[in-house]
């Protein structure tokens, strides 16, 4: 097994088992005798437990991330470029779920509070994706295919708060709707919220007639 396949395999493993048994109950000897390599290969390549989560949470991201520019890049109007970036996050949510579940269990402990360079890196991802976000929204209301009733860096925030939150929920069983469920309803959400008032008070209207 090569050193890259050997590592692949390392964290494919420790997600499944972070997911599957908690963090602080999956010791590294573990690991190693699912992955197939020796304890100390694992140290080799990551350090340390939280060398292997740390990696675990930067592959995670940096694939989500690098899946929202590919998007933006298309050059699609702000509302299709919206619609898109949910439908990513939930198609990368369900291929990624052990991964994210580890993420979200064990991100407020071992990145939101650490005061290290390597934290400030990693918090400054999020601040990219919370960019990419904005850009959407400057892109929509710049076109007209989105109406901001805010800031559009707010609207971006609150978007990313929808989506943590939704996920969390999702991932914790705190609340049980299908992923591709969620996908439709979030999709749908935002496609009206970020209408233009005057199209929302016409329906509203209309429908009070009948």
């Given at each position: 097994?090569?050193e890259t396949?050997?590592s ?7 997600s ?5 048994k ?10 190693a ?8 290969t694992?140290?080799?390549?990551f ?11 930067n592959e ?7 899946g929202?520019?590919?998007l ?5 109007n702000?509302?299709e ?7 990513h ?22 990145i ?5 360079a390597?934290a ?13 976000m904005?850009?959407?929204m400057?892109?929509?209301?710049a076109?007209?295919?989105i109406?901001l009733?805010f800031s559009?860096r ?17 991932m914790?069983g705190?609340?049980d709707?299908?992923?591709p469920?969620l996908?439709?309803m979030l999709?749908?959400?935002c ?6 008032p005057?199209?929302g008070r ?6 009070e007639?009948?």
């Amino acid at each position: 097994m090569g050193e890259t396949r050997k590592s692949a395999a390392i964290l494919a493993v420790a997600s499944r088992l972070f997911a599957e048994k908690g963090y602080p109950n999956t010791p590294t000897s573990e690991i190693a005798r699912e992955a197939g390599v020796a304890e100390g290969t694992l140290y080799h390549h990551f350090g340390s437990k939280d060398g292997i989560f740390l990696s675990i949470f930067n592959e995670t991201v940096d694939g989500y991330i690098a899946g929202v520019e590919n998007l933006i890049g298309l050059g699609k109007n702000g509302s299709e470029s919206l619609l898109d970036l949910i439908r990513h996050h939930f198609d990368y949510l369900h291929a990624h779920e052990a991964q994210f579940l580890t993420i979200l269990r064990e991100s407020p402990e071992r990145i939101g509070r650490r005061k290290t360079a390597s934290a400030a890196v990693r918090r400054k991802k999020l601040g990219r994706l919370t960019g990419l976000m904005t850009e959407i929204m400057e892109r929509g209301s710049a076109d007209g295919s989105i109406h901001l009733r805010f800031s559009a860096r707010d609207t971006a925030e609150m978007l990313r708060g929808i989506l943590y939150g939704t996920t969390r929920h999702r991932m914790l069983g705190i609340i049980d709707v299908p992923l591709p469920r969620l996908k439709e309803m979030l999709t749908d959400f935002c496609r009206q919220a970020l209408t233009s008032p005057a199209r929302g008070r016409a329906e509203r209207h209309g429908g009070e007639k009948h």
